[in-house]
């Protein structure tokens, strides 16, 4: 054992050493209390020392930070949310966030390359993706939507939430959280292959590194993922390296490191053309509209640093840094029109340049206090963030001049797009972008009785906005103050019910410029909530039933009927909807995600023909369905088998390209073949449906979801 230790100990810390910057989280691994009122005591907060999702196992877990800052169960969070935990991304054998999205309650993906697609809810696109509560920018034509191999689960709140995330998007926040060093050695290498040239391999150790005693820790993570090629030439490589240390430095202060990195390297697929009667093309998924030389590369590191504090009054501080950088350059050809009834059609170009570097900060305290003869508990904090993005592009309506075939699409001459704006002017931009936030916040959670919980907050922001149009020598900026208000209330009906009703405000500044040439108001986000919340055989089925409605106020539009350039804010959106969700396990051996989510939307007020373009992709009904079961201790012991289900109704686009409804089914098979080995196999669109999951205009983006594929797993846990 000691030798074992000792062998870890040296592959841990030279990795660590050598791919560290400086990082974040504590994650204490202590047993929370299962009692739901015993969670928050004058002594502390026990959900700080709920065990991650790996160790626990199963769909569920005891609470969640997203939107919150401090951990609660899911009941006393008054807002929609969803935690996916490890178990569940293996289960499902997702890679990326985009993947988990398309298969996840209440989210909307508009795909494009696995890493480059667009994740939604309520109508809204997720434009931060927060790691242990930290933002950074999101953005599918940056290629930064993250892979999963260093997270543990990920949180998932729909609907804003600007007490914390003021500057962020209407439809919600996702939060990461990361796998953390382990007191005990472990490790586990995977291997994986399938149809369409999937290909995977991981290998990921962690423990102690200073002994046995476990007061430094370290982990590190090397995967690469060759995703499935089942469009003709498409190829999408990713490799991911994690690495992290978590120091004990006394018996309550934890100080946590960690480092990512991401590369993606993908020959781009901008999807189909419609044909001559403005039909889409069924039959002809492996068709690729695009040139050989298409290209996309891309890379990321996020360093991570947080210190923790347990204080002897219950208190729990923590400070926390965030720095990323990203870089991304592409050049590829897509299909710039219809097909003509000779299947001829024109070639339009993309390139770019894009750098963007982010810092986020944050500083809280929390404490449980006792008032009415219950617990209470508050948090007070501050926070800033800064997201620097320098946009280099040129666009090309035609490449070629005249019409061609898709084959000689595919055998273009190369073409630098980029570099022939840059020569000509036409179609050339350059931007450059600093949105600057600093905030001060505090959330009270009040229980005057031991059923109904009161919580309210604000907060205060400065944002700062520049935009410098590098083409055009122009300079805009736009600063101002904003309070933003946050109320809940929880009821506890009995032992497993909870009614809750909230209301929450979110702001976003613009980049379009007024007619006096100043950057516009930014965009304001109201929404209202309520539901009913379920926790069942001790917290391991949770279930989840709630309407909202949420406005969208101040979009920029064009005044009509002017025939101005300028834009005002003018703009308002009415979303409403319901959402249903039952996730977690309703034995030892069997867990379950299941939910439908309803949307309808309405443009209240536009000065653009175009302002419901995004919403025409939502579809009106979408039905989630997931479940497994584990044969342990039975006949079929090791064995274990999942199937699933995911259903929308029909959506369109703009460009009145119109996709019918489909459903799509999965399936799994794994085997433990003993304590160390086990293998999985995923069947995807097991039936074999010929779908679109994204239309677009006549030229392009129309996405054809992927044909019967099978992905086969092997792990050696060590």
Avoid: C
């Amino acid at each position: 054992m000691l030798s074992k230790a000792r062998t870890y100990q040296g592959v841990i810390a030279v990795g660590s050493a050598a791919l560290m910057g400086f990082a974040p989280n504590v994650l204490a691994q202590a047993t929370a209390e299962a009692s739901r009122l015993e969670t928050v005591t004058v002594e502390g907060n026990r959900l700080y020392e709920m065990l991650p999702s790996e160790v626990t196992g199963g769909y569920s877990v005891d609470a969640a930070t997203v939107g919150t800052k401090t951990p609660a169960s899911l009941r006393d969070i008054p807002q929609s949310v969803s935690v996916v935990t490890r178990d569940a991304i293996e289960d499902q054998n997702f890679t990326t966030l985009d993947q988990l999205g398309r298969r996840t309650p209440g989210l909307r993906v508009l795909s494009n390359d696995n890493g480059r697609s667009s994740i939604y809810a309520r109508g809204f696109e997720y434009d931060e993706y927060n790691i242990d509560g930290l933002p950074a920018p999101m953005t599918s034509i940056t290629g930064s939507v993250p892979s999963l191999a260093a997270f543990d689960r990920v949180e998932i709140m729909r609907g804003p939430s600007g007490l914390f995330n003021s500057t962020s998007e209407m439809g919600g926040i996702v939060n990461l959280v990361r796998k953390r060093p382990t007191y005990d050695p472990q490790g586990r290498i995977s291997l994986g292959a399938g149809t369409d040239q999937q290909r995977s391999a991981q290998v990921d150790v962690s423990g102690p590194i200073d002994g046995d005693d476990g007061r430094v820790r370290g982990r590190l993570m090397i995967d690469r993922t060759h995703h499935g090629e089942f469009v003709d030439r498409n190829t999408n490589r990713q490799n991911d390296i994690y690495a992290a240390i978590d120091v004990d430095l006394d018996d309550s202060t934890t100080l946590g490191l960690g480092y990512i990195h991401n590369s993606k390297d993908i020959r781009v697929n901008n999807g189909h053309p419609v044909g001559p009667n403005n039909e889409l093309l069924y039959g002809s998924r492996s068709d690729f509209y695009g040139a050989d030389w298409n290209d996309f590369d891309s890379y990321s590191n996020d360093w991570i640093a947080e210190l923790t504090h347990r204080f002897d009054t219950g208190g729990f501080g923590r400070v926390a840094a965030r720095y990323s950088n990203r870089n991304a350059s592409y050049n590829y050809a897509f299909g710039g029109s219809a097909l003509d009834d000779n299947e001829r059609l024109t070639v339009a170009g993309i390139g770019s340049r894009i750098d963007q570097q982010s810092v986020a900060l944050d500083a809280s305290y929390s404490q449980p206090f006792a008032a009415f003869d219950s617990v209470s508990e508050f948090v007070l904090g501050a926070d800033y963030k800064r997201f620097d993005t320098d946009t280099e592009s040129g666009r090309s309506r035609s490449l070629t001049g005249n019409r061609v075939t898709r084959d000689k699409l595919n055998e273009l001459s190369y073409v630098d797009v980029l570099g022939a704006a840059r020569a000509t002017g036409r179609g050339y931009s350059h931007t450059d972008t600093r949105l600057e936030e600093s905030g001060l916040y505090g959330k009270l959670t009040l229980r005057p009785v031991d059923p109904l919980a009161l919580i309210a907050g604000a907060r205060v922001s400065h944002y700062d906005i520049d935009l410098e149009d590098r083409a055009t020598d122009t300079y805009e900026n736009r600063s101002d103050s904003k309070v933003t208000p946050y109320a809940g209330v929880v009821f506890d009906v009995d032992e497993n019910h909870s009614l809750y009703a909230s209301y929450s405000q979110v702001f976003k500044p613009q980049t379009a410029e007024g007619p006096d040439g100043n950057l516009i108001e930014p965009r304001e986000g109201d929404q209202y909530e309520v539901g009913v919340k379920g926790s069942y055989l001790s917290g391991d089925l949770n279930a989840r039933l709630s309407a909202f409605r949420l406005y969208d106020d101040n979009r920029a539009g064009t005044p009509p009927d002017t025939g101005v350039s300028y834009a005002v804010p003018i703009g308002k959106m009415r979303i409403q909807g319901a959402e249903f969700e039952v996730t977690g396990s309703v034995t030892d051996q069997w867990d379950v995600i299941a939910g439908y989510t309803y949307l309808d939307t309405e443009v209240q007020q536009s000065g653009d023909d175009r302002d419901d373009a995004i919403f025409l992709l939502m579809p009106q009904n979408v039905v989630n369905l997931w479940t497994q079961y584990d044969f342990a201790g039975e006949t079929l012991n090791g064995l274990r088998v999942g199937a699933g289900m995911t259903a929308m109704s029909g959506f369109n686009s703009s460009a009145g390209v119109d996709a019918p409804g489909y459903a799509v089914f999965d399936a799994m098979i794994g085997y433990d073949f003993n304590d160390n080995v086990s293998g999985q196999l995923n069947f995807n669109n097991v039936f074999d449906r010929e779908y679109y999951n994204r239309v677009g205009g006549v030229n392009t983006f129309n996405m054809p979801g992927a044909p019967a594929n099978v992905m086969a797993t092997l792990s050696y846990d060590f």
